[in-house]
Protein backbone atom coordinates (compact mmCIF):
# COMPACT_ATOMS: atom_id res chain seq x y z
CA UNK A 1 0.00 0.00 0.00
CA UNK A 2 0.80 3.47 -0.44
CA UNK A 3 -0.66 6.97 0.37
CA UNK A 4 -0.89 9.39 -2.50
CA UNK A 5 -1.89 12.86 -2.13
CA UNK A 6 -4.16 14.37 -4.63
CA UNK A 7 -3.85 18.09 -5.36
CA UNK A 8 -6.71 18.73 -2.79
CA UNK A 9 -4.46 17.19 -0.24
CA UNK A 10 -6.45 14.39 0.22
CA UNK A 11 -4.14 11.16 0.81
CA UNK A 12 -4.94 8.52 -1.35
CA UNK A 13 -4.10 4.29 -0.39
CA UNK A 14 -3.37 2.39 -3.17
CA UNK A 15 -1.84 -1.16 -3.74
CA UNK A 16 1.46 -0.37 -5.70
CA UNK A 17 2.34 -2.71 -8.60
CA UNK A 18 5.50 -4.54 -7.76
CA UNK A 19 8.43 -5.79 -10.06
CA UNK A 20 6.96 -9.30 -11.05
CA UNK A 21 3.32 -8.36 -11.96
CA UNK A 22 5.02 -5.31 -13.85
CA UNK A 23 7.61 -7.71 -16.04
CA UNK A 24 4.40 -9.64 -16.86
CA UNK A 25 2.93 -6.52 -18.54
CA UNK A 26 6.01 -6.17 -20.16
CA UNK A 27 6.26 -8.95 -21.36
CA UNK A 28 3.28 -9.22 -22.97
CA UNK A 29 3.27 -5.63 -24.26
CA UNK A 30 6.88 -6.97 -25.88
CA UNK A 31 5.33 -9.92 -27.81
CA UNK A 32 2.82 -7.85 -29.05
CA UNK A 33 5.76 -5.40 -30.56
CA UNK A 34 7.41 -8.13 -31.95
CA UNK A 35 4.80 -9.33 -33.84
CA UNK A 36 3.92 -5.79 -35.06
CA UNK A 37 7.65 -5.18 -36.21
CA UNK A 38 8.00 -8.75 -37.85
CA UNK A 39 4.91 -7.25 -39.40
CA UNK A 40 6.35 -4.16 -40.97
CA UNK A 41 9.58 -5.73 -41.60
CA UNK A 42 7.91 -7.86 -43.84
CA UNK A 43 5.94 -5.09 -45.11
CA UNK A 44 9.29 -3.25 -45.95
CA UNK A 45 11.13 -6.63 -47.33
CA UNK A 46 8.10 -6.36 -50.47
CA UNK A 47 9.48 -2.84 -50.70
CA UNK A 48 12.85 -2.42 -50.60
CA UNK A 49 14.13 -3.41 -54.18
CA UNK A 50 12.42 -0.57 -55.36
CA UNK A 51 13.60 2.26 -53.01
CA UNK A 52 16.56 3.98 -53.09
CA UNK A 53 18.96 3.65 -49.78
CA UNK A 54 18.19 7.30 -48.24
CA UNK A 55 14.58 6.52 -48.66
CA UNK A 56 15.32 2.67 -46.89
CA UNK A 57 17.15 4.36 -44.29
CA UNK A 58 14.12 6.80 -43.41
CA UNK A 59 11.17 4.03 -43.58
CA UNK A 60 13.61 2.19 -40.83
CA UNK A 61 14.11 5.04 -38.64
CA UNK A 62 10.39 5.79 -38.97
CA UNK A 63 9.20 2.19 -38.22
CA UNK A 64 11.31 2.07 -35.26
CA UNK A 65 10.20 5.10 -33.71
CA UNK A 66 6.53 4.11 -34.48
CA UNK A 67 6.68 1.17 -33.29
CA UNK A 68 8.66 1.63 -30.03
CA UNK A 69 7.38 5.71 -29.77
CA UNK A 70 3.91 5.91 -31.07
CA UNK A 71 2.15 2.69 -30.38
CA UNK A 72 2.99 3.04 -26.75
CA UNK A 73 2.06 6.69 -26.59
CA UNK A 74 -0.72 6.29 -28.27
CA UNK A 75 -2.40 3.22 -26.35
CA UNK A 76 -1.72 4.76 -22.87
CA UNK A 77 -3.45 8.14 -23.47
CA UNK A 78 -6.59 6.58 -25.17
CA UNK A 79 -7.17 3.64 -22.11
CA UNK A 80 -5.81 6.49 -19.03
CA UNK A 81 -2.90 4.45 -18.31
CA UNK A 82 -3.02 0.48 -20.13
CA UNK A 83 -1.13 -1.07 -22.25
CA UNK A 84 -2.09 -4.65 -23.30
CA UNK A 85 0.36 -6.26 -21.16
CA UNK A 86 -1.02 -3.86 -18.06
CA UNK A 87 -4.91 -4.26 -18.99
CA UNK A 88 -3.97 -8.23 -18.59
CA UNK A 89 -2.27 -7.85 -15.17
CA UNK A 90 -4.82 -5.77 -14.16
CA UNK A 91 -2.32 -2.65 -13.83
CA UNK A 92 -2.60 1.05 -14.56
CA UNK A 93 -0.54 3.97 -15.01
CA UNK A 94 -1.42 7.26 -12.57
CA UNK A 95 -0.27 10.28 -11.83
CA UNK A 96 1.60 10.95 -8.12
CA UNK A 97 -1.56 12.31 -7.32
CA UNK A 98 -3.47 8.96 -8.00
CA UNK A 99 -4.95 10.78 -11.35
CA UNK A 100 -5.31 9.28 -14.72
CA UNK A 101 -2.36 10.28 -17.19
CA UNK A 102 -2.46 12.27 -20.45
CA UNK A 103 -0.19 12.39 -23.55
CA UNK A 104 2.38 13.75 -21.82
CA UNK A 105 3.33 11.14 -19.43
CA UNK A 106 2.81 8.53 -21.50
CA UNK A 107 5.26 10.44 -24.07
CA UNK A 108 8.05 10.93 -21.42
CA UNK A 109 7.43 7.12 -20.32
CA UNK A 110 7.46 6.06 -23.63
CA UNK A 111 10.82 8.17 -24.67
CA UNK A 112 12.53 6.98 -21.80
CA UNK A 113 11.46 3.37 -22.00
CA UNK A 114 13.95 3.38 -25.34
CA UNK A 115 16.51 5.57 -24.14
CA UNK A 116 16.71 4.49 -20.55
CA UNK A 117 14.36 1.79 -18.84
CA UNK A 118 14.40 -1.14 -21.70
CA UNK A 119 16.04 -0.73 -25.29
CA UNK A 120 19.49 1.02 -24.78
CA UNK A 121 20.03 -0.66 -21.20
CA UNK A 122 18.16 -3.70 -22.16
CA UNK A 123 15.84 -3.37 -19.13
CA UNK A 124 18.84 -2.86 -16.24
CA UNK A 125 17.94 0.66 -15.76
CA UNK A 126 14.50 -0.39 -15.48
CA UNK A 127 15.49 -2.86 -12.84
CA UNK A 128 17.88 -1.27 -10.90
CA UNK A 129 15.33 2.01 -10.64
CA UNK A 130 12.86 0.14 -9.55
CA UNK A 131 14.69 -1.99 -6.75
CA UNK A 132 15.99 1.54 -5.45
CA UNK A 133 12.85 3.48 -5.44
CA UNK A 134 10.06 3.44 -2.71
CA UNK A 135 7.33 2.88 -4.99
CA UNK A 136 8.38 0.80 -7.42
CA UNK A 137 9.54 3.29 -10.39
CA UNK A 138 11.15 2.50 -13.29
CA UNK A 139 13.09 6.26 -14.43
CA UNK A 140 10.06 7.00 -17.36
CA UNK A 141 7.86 6.63 -14.07
CA UNK A 142 10.21 9.09 -12.10
CA UNK A 143 10.54 11.76 -14.90
CA UNK A 144 6.60 11.43 -16.26
CA UNK A 145 5.79 11.64 -12.36
CA UNK A 146 3.44 8.94 -12.71
CA UNK A 147 2.85 5.38 -10.72
CA UNK A 148 2.20 1.89 -11.82
CA UNK A 149 -0.51 0.75 -9.16
CA UNK A 150 -2.69 -2.47 -9.27
CA UNK A 151 -6.09 -2.25 -10.28
CA UNK A 152 -7.70 -5.56 -9.26
CA UNK A 153 -7.99 -5.83 -5.48
CA UNK A 154 -9.48 -9.16 -4.34
CA UNK A 155 -12.79 -8.54 -2.91
CA UNK A 156 -13.88 -9.92 0.60
CA UNK A 157 -17.27 -11.70 1.14
CA UNK A 158 -16.88 -10.99 5.07
CA UNK A 159 -19.75 -9.00 6.98
CA UNK A 160 -19.01 -5.66 8.14
CA UNK A 161 -18.39 -5.25 12.04
CA UNK A 162 -21.40 -5.09 13.90
CA UNK A 163 -21.80 -2.71 16.63
CA UNK A 164 -23.10 -4.30 20.10
CA UNK A 165 -26.17 -1.82 20.91
CA UNK A 166 -25.22 -1.90 24.45
CA UNK A 167 -21.69 0.28 23.08
CA UNK A 168 -22.96 2.64 20.88
CA UNK A 169 -23.03 5.48 23.24
CA UNK A 170 -19.68 5.30 23.74
CA UNK A 171 -18.96 4.40 20.30
CA UNK A 172 -20.29 7.67 19.01
CA UNK A 173 -17.78 9.91 21.71
CA UNK A 174 -15.06 8.32 19.70
CA UNK A 175 -12.55 10.67 18.10
CA UNK A 176 -11.68 8.17 14.95
CA UNK A 177 -9.59 11.32 12.89
CA UNK A 178 -6.23 9.85 14.01
CA UNK A 179 -7.62 5.93 12.91
CA UNK A 180 -5.21 5.50 9.10
CA UNK A 181 -6.66 3.09 7.03
CA UNK A 182 -3.99 0.99 7.15
CA UNK A 183 -4.49 -0.63 10.61
CA UNK A 184 -8.73 -0.14 10.30
CA UNK A 185 -7.78 -1.94 7.13
CA UNK A 186 -5.60 -4.76 9.37
CA UNK A 187 -8.43 -4.59 12.15
CA UNK A 188 -10.84 -5.58 9.79
CA UNK A 189 -8.85 -8.47 7.98
CA UNK A 190 -8.27 -10.10 11.42
CA UNK A 191 -11.70 -10.04 12.47
CA UNK A 192 -12.42 -11.89 9.05
CA UNK A 193 -10.21 -14.28 9.35
CA UNK A 194 -10.11 -14.85 13.00
CA UNK A 195 -12.19 -18.25 12.79
CA UNK A 196 -9.66 -19.71 9.98
CA UNK A 197 -6.54 -19.07 13.30
CA UNK A 198 -5.68 -20.67 16.00
CA UNK A 199 -7.13 -19.44 19.68
CA UNK A 200 -3.86 -18.17 20.70
CA UNK A 201 -2.82 -16.42 17.35
CA UNK A 202 -6.25 -15.19 17.03
CA UNK A 203 -6.10 -13.87 21.02
CA UNK A 204 -1.90 -12.45 20.05
CA UNK A 205 -3.12 -10.61 17.00
CA UNK A 206 -6.19 -8.95 18.26
CA UNK A 207 -4.71 -7.63 21.65
CA UNK A 208 -1.71 -6.10 19.55
CA UNK A 209 -4.16 -4.72 17.17
CA UNK A 210 -6.69 -3.29 19.61
CA UNK A 211 -3.66 -1.74 21.61
CA UNK A 212 -2.42 0.00 18.54
CA UNK A 213 -6.23 1.32 17.70
CA UNK A 214 -6.44 2.17 20.94
CA UNK A 215 -3.22 4.26 21.73
CA UNK A 216 -4.92 6.36 18.50
CA UNK A 217 -8.49 6.30 19.64
CA UNK A 218 -10.60 8.39 22.16
CA UNK A 219 -11.70 7.42 24.66
CA UNK A 220 -10.92 4.15 26.26
CA UNK A 221 -12.69 1.33 25.75
CA UNK A 222 -14.82 0.08 28.43
CA UNK A 223 -13.87 -1.85 31.25
CA UNK A 224 -13.56 -5.74 30.57
CA UNK A 225 -14.26 -5.03 26.61
CA UNK A 226 -12.73 -7.81 24.76
CA UNK A 227 -10.22 -6.84 22.06
CA UNK A 228 -12.25 -8.34 19.37
CA UNK A 229 -15.26 -6.40 20.49
CA UNK A 230 -13.64 -3.43 21.07
CA UNK A 231 -11.88 -3.79 17.20
CA UNK A 232 -15.68 -4.45 15.22
CA UNK A 233 -16.93 -1.75 17.82
CA UNK A 234 -14.54 0.80 16.44
CA UNK A 235 -14.60 -0.37 12.56
CA UNK A 236 -18.41 -0.56 12.93
CA UNK A 237 -18.88 2.95 14.01
CA UNK A 238 -16.30 4.01 11.51
CA UNK A 239 -17.82 2.53 8.70
CA UNK A 240 -21.48 4.45 10.11
CA UNK A 241 -19.61 7.93 9.72
CA UNK A 242 -18.29 7.17 6.04
CA UNK A 243 -21.77 5.91 5.32
CA UNK A 244 -23.29 9.09 6.43
CA UNK A 245 -20.72 11.86 5.11
CA UNK A 246 -21.13 9.98 2.28
CA UNK A 247 -24.83 10.91 1.61
CA UNK A 248 -25.53 7.14 1.96
CA UNK A 249 -28.30 5.41 4.16
CA UNK A 250 -27.24 4.47 7.56
CA UNK A 251 -25.77 0.65 7.37
CA UNK A 252 -28.56 -1.69 8.76
CA UNK A 253 -26.40 -4.34 10.80
CA UNK A 254 -28.64 -6.43 12.86
CA UNK A 255 -26.53 -8.42 14.86
CA UNK A 256 -27.92 -11.91 13.77
CA UNK A 257 -26.66 -11.68 10.29
CA UNK A 258 -22.70 -11.65 11.96
CA UNK A 259 -21.25 -14.58 13.24
CA UNK A 260 -18.80 -14.01 16.18
CA UNK A 261 -15.44 -12.98 15.03
CA UNK A 262 -14.09 -15.44 17.83
CA UNK A 263 -15.74 -18.69 19.20
CA UNK A 264 -16.72 -18.41 22.47
CA UNK A 265 -14.18 -20.95 24.24
CA UNK A 266 -11.81 -18.04 22.90
CA UNK A 267 -9.35 -17.24 26.18
CA UNK A 268 -10.45 -14.15 27.49
CA UNK A 269 -7.81 -11.02 27.18
CA UNK A 270 -8.33 -8.90 30.33
CA UNK A 271 -8.05 -5.23 29.79
CA UNK A 272 -5.49 -3.42 31.46
CA UNK A 273 -5.85 -0.22 34.07
CA UNK A 274 -4.53 2.45 31.60
CA UNK A 275 -7.32 1.62 28.93
CA UNK A 276 -5.25 -1.11 26.97
CA UNK A 277 -5.55 -4.89 26.48
CA UNK A 278 -3.12 -6.81 28.07
CA UNK A 279 -1.87 -10.41 26.96
CA UNK A 280 -3.72 -13.64 28.54
CA UNK A 281 -1.71 -15.46 30.87
Same mark, same amino acid.
Given at each position: MSDLVTGEAVPLELRLAKLPS??????LDAL??? $????????????? *???????? *?TALIIGGTVFLL?????????LTRGKSVGKAAAGLRVVRDDGGPIRFRHALVRALAGVFADFVLTLGV? #?? $????? !???DKRIGDVLAGTVVI???????? *???????? +?? #?????????SRLPDRLAMAARSLLARAPQLA?? $?RTRLAVDL? !?? $?????????????????????????? +???????YGGPP *?????????PAAPPAQPPAPSRTDGGFAPPS
Open positions: RALALLILA $VTGLALLLVFAQV *ASAIDEAL *AVVIPTTIETG #AM $VCSLL !NSRRERIPSTT *APPPVLDP +RL #AAWAASLELPE $VA !NE $VSALVSPPPPPGLQPWDYLAAVLAER +RRRDTLR *AQQPPQQQP
